[in-house]
C-alpha cells in the first residue's frame, strides 16, 4: 500500500546545478501534482497533470518543468537551481479532475539551494 | 482566482480544551470544501470535507459545516488531544478541475 512515493526525502544543490525530484503513485490516479511549502506562505501549486501526455501551470511554475510519460509517475525538473527554490515540495494525486475526490499527498522532499 | 483566508497560529490549548480554527474563502461557483492536517514531518492527509451547503464534514471528533452565506469551513473539535498537534489546512476546490487553494496553514500546539 505505497501510495505516492517522493524520492529523494532531502536534497542540497549548489546554484546552478540541475536535478529531478521523483514521484510515483500506484493507485493509477489520473490527476498529479506539485506543491511547494513555505514559511507563512501555504501551499503554492507548481504544475499539475490530468493525463499521461498532459501538463498544464500552476500559480508558481518558474524554474521548473514537467513530463508525464506514464500515469504512475510525474517527475518535477529543476534546470538551474537558485536559493529561492530552497522549499519543501510535495507530490499529490486523486482519481480524476472534476470530482470531489481528495488529493493523496507523498511525504515530501526537503530541498536547500546554497 | 479562489482564495483562503485562515485564522493565524499557533493556536495553543490545552488538552481537553475547545477548539475552532477559522476558515473564509472566494470561490467560483459552488466549491467542494476540503479540511487537511499536516503532522510534523509528514504529507498533507485529508481530515474532512464537505460538497454542498449546509453538510457537514467528520472525522476523528473534528467537524466542520459548509456555510454558503457565509463563505466559510469554520474546524471545531469538543476536546482536543497532545495527539492533534499538527497544521491545519482549510482548502476550497472549484472550476472544471476542481484544483484545490490551500489557506497558509494553523499550527496548532496543544499541551498536557
Known amino acids: 500500500n505505497a501510495g505516492v512515493t517522493q524520492t529523494p526525502k532531502f536534497q542540497v544543490l549548489k546554484t546552478g546545478q540541475s536535478m529531478t525530484l521523483q514521484c510515483a503513485q500506484d493507485m493509477n490516479h489520473e490527476y498529479m501534482s506539485w506543491y511547494r511549502q513555505d514559511p507563512g506562505m501555504g501551499l503554492r501549486l507548481i504544475h499539475y497533470?490530468?493525463?499521461?501526455?498532459?501538463?498544464d501551470q500552476g500559480e508558481v511554475p518558474n524554474g521548473y518543468n514537467v513530463s508525464r510519460s506514464t500515469t504512475e509517475d510525474f517527475p518535477l525538473r529543476l534546470l538551474s537551481a537558485a536559493p529561492s527554490q530552497t522549499s519543501v515540495y510535495f507530490c499529490?494525486?486523486?482519481?480524476?479532475?472534476?470530482?470531489?475526490?481528495?488529493?493523496?499527498f507523498g511525504n515530501g522532499t526537503r530541498l536547500t539551494v546554497t | 482566482g479562489d482564495s483562503v483566508t485562515q485564522m493565524e497560529g499557533p493556536v495553543t490549548l490545552s488538552e481537553e480544551a475547545f477548539l475552532t480554527i477559522n476558515c473564509t474563502y472566494t470561490?467560483?461557483?459552488?466549491?467542494?470544501l476540503f479540511w487537511y492536517v499536516q503532522y510534523p514531518g509528514e504529507g498533507l492527509q485529508l481530515l474532512l470535507k464537505?460538497?454542498?451547503?449546509?453538510d457537514k464534514g467528520s472525522n476523528k471528533g473534528f467537524e466542520a459545516t459548509y456555510r454558503k452565506e457565509t463563505t466559510s469551513f469554520h474546524l471545531e473539535k469538543g476536546s482536543v488531544q497532545v495527539s492533534d498537534s499538527a497544521v491545519y489546512f482549510c482548502?476550497?476546490?472549484?472550476?472544471?478541475?476542481?484544483?484545490?487553494?490551500f489557506g497558509r496553514g494553523t499550527s496548532l500546539i496543544v499541551h498536557p
Open positions: 470561490a467560483t461557483g459552488y466549491p467542494s
Open positions: 497533470s490530468v493525463g499521461a501526455g498532459i501538463t
Open positions: 464537505a460538497t454542498k451547503a449546509d
Open positions: 499529490a494525486s486523486r482519481t480524476s479532475t472534476g470530482d470531489y475526490s481528495p488529493l493523496h
Open positions: 482548502a476550497p476546490a472549484s472550476g472544471g478541475s476542481y484544483i484545490p487553494t
